[in-house]
């Protein structure tokens, strides 16, 4: 039943433009993509056609997190625009979660996108979580209760991060996808929670989402490649 790739290249552009260029310059047409908020609410579905038509799987990171109601009439528009994957807030609870499956059933037209739920932000860690959130249980506890939830209530799989993935695996059969990734002495920039391609595949993700480490690199079709064979076969021979 799987449509998730294995590796996502996130296209956190300002413009479709510059996205579209970026690939082209760099040979990187085809290959999956994850639109998110920056490049959908700058150019709306009008990129996803585009990317459609070159070729690329689509997922949509949108990240959903409403009332019920406003989630399933959302969800029923975006299963429309022929993306392979789309997600939500686990934390929106399992009403939402069922109102989201809901809305891609009634809105596809052939099979509907996959649906996955963000558990946790690999952002956000256990201090901010204690003093920002007031949530006092550990993360991977919390991490592994929304996965439960996410899987009773119908989602497909879950957005975790790479240190959380093993256990998720092995207590549902829940897909897992983790951003987070990058290269040994990889900047981290806002990520707390970060992993390499090699320790993604060794803890049993499905699929990685990559973005700052390909988009800034100096060569960012190496770094794709050399990205998508570790994590392919948890070692790399490619000098990046
Ligand atoms: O640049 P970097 O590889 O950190 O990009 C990660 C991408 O994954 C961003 O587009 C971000 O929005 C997304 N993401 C994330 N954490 C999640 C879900 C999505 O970092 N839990």
Redesign the pocket.
Known sequence: MSRLQPVYF?L?FETGEEALSFLDLNQLNGIPV?V???LFYKEGPTILSNLHERGHPIFL?L?LHDIPETVRRSMRNLAGLNVDVV?IHAQGGSEMIRAAKKGLQEGAVGKPPLLLA??????TDQSIMQEEMLLAHPLSNIVKHYSELAEQSGADGV???VEEAAVIKSTTSLLTLT????LVGGET???KR?ATPEQANQEGSDSI???????DADHPRVIYETIKEAFTYGQTTIDS
């Open positions: 996130a956190d994850k998110g908020m920056e990171d990240k997600n963000v558990t946790m932000l690999t952002s957005v975790c991060s951003p987070g990734i990058r920039h806002d990520q970060v989402v990559v973005g700052r480490a390909i988009r």
